[in-house]
């Protein structure tokens, strides 16, 4: 999967680039939990969680990204090509 597509699914959950470091998104309601993103010649991949606990693959091992949300806070569901789900939910404060 693009990384490209994976940002445009955040954003339209509410996620936004962080002023403070390029290639990482926050949601301004919960901004422990973060996404980065690594991307150039030599590196495609997702970084997503929170700064404690987060999960860290390959773009191109993402069969699919979904994203949905709720009054508390945004679900994140990742198939990965090995048929492995990764499930997380970023709460808002």
């Not at 997702?46 to 949300?69: H, L, Q």
């Amino acid at each position: 999967m693009k990384l490209n597509t994976i940002v445009k699914r955040l954003k339209d959950n509410g996620f936004v680039e962080s002023k403070w470091k390029k290639g990482r998104l926050i949601h301004p309601e919960n901004t422990d939990f973060i996404v980065e993103l690594y991307y150039d010649d030599e590196c495609d991949e997702i970084e997503i969680g929170d700064i404690r606990n987060y999960a860290s693959f390959p773009a191109s091992a993402i069969s699919s990204f979904m994203t949905g949300s709720d009054d508390y806070g945004i679900n994140v569901k990742i198939l990965l090509n090995n048929d492995s789900v990764i499930n997380l939910f970023c709460d808002f404060d």
